[in-house]
């Protein structure tokens, strides 16, 4: 009877595991580094990632959570340049709905202090859904009109800029996948990591670029609470959050000179 017991909670853990994901690993300015792996802090206690509990959904728009899937101490940093790229991996993701953000957040001063409150978050980067208004609907699988379907199968990376320009200083660094595959019950899967930013820049985004984790988006808002299966509905989709920040890029109406 024990062995039983023991042995349907290991597959019940595995079940879990096979339904959801973490960013697991990352590859910044070339460099490969170990994020937390989860289940296991003694085997990957020194990384640049904040150590998160689990990567069960969080399912409340409002948690805690939310900011770094709990997780407030890592040990390591990683460090990149404006303009060098953060590749980001899932060891496994099986969701083939919903958004990619990915956000940073200037410390004012040494990680240890660094817990990513007020409204100083910033997207660097974002990716959602394109249909073809004909057979690409928000719900379909093959052809997926959502790019975070590019993550499904394990071992699958997003990859993203520093701004050019952004200041130099300590960030964390977000990913956060919004699975939507389930009809107005949205699932929040958010990782940080500690970032280094060098170089002479000096730019910063203004407010209007800026938001808090938890704050950036309500549970009522069209774009979290989604009937992903009405294909009444408009089938498009508009990423929640702030503008993305381009750093000092000239942006496309910047054509003077
Ligand atoms: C980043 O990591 C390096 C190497 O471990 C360390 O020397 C440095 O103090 C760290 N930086 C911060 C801001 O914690
Ligand atoms: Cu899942």
Redesign the pocket.
Known sequence: MLFSATFSAVALLAAEVAAHGAVTSYVIAGKKYDGYQGFSPGNSKNVIQRQWSDYNPITSASDAKLRCNGGTSAT??A?AAPGDSVEAIWSQWTHSQGPILVWMYKCAG??SSCDGSGANWFKIDEAGFHGDGVKVFLDSETPSGWDIAKLVGGNKGWTSKIPQGLAAG?YLIRHELIALHQANAPQFYPECA?L?VTGSGTAQPDASYKAAIPGYCKASDSNIKVPINDRKIPQTYVIPGPPVYKGTAKKARDFSA
Do not use: I
Request: hydrophobic share 50%; proline share 0%; no cysteine.
């Open positions: 390591l940093n460090t040494a990680f300590n500690q280094v």
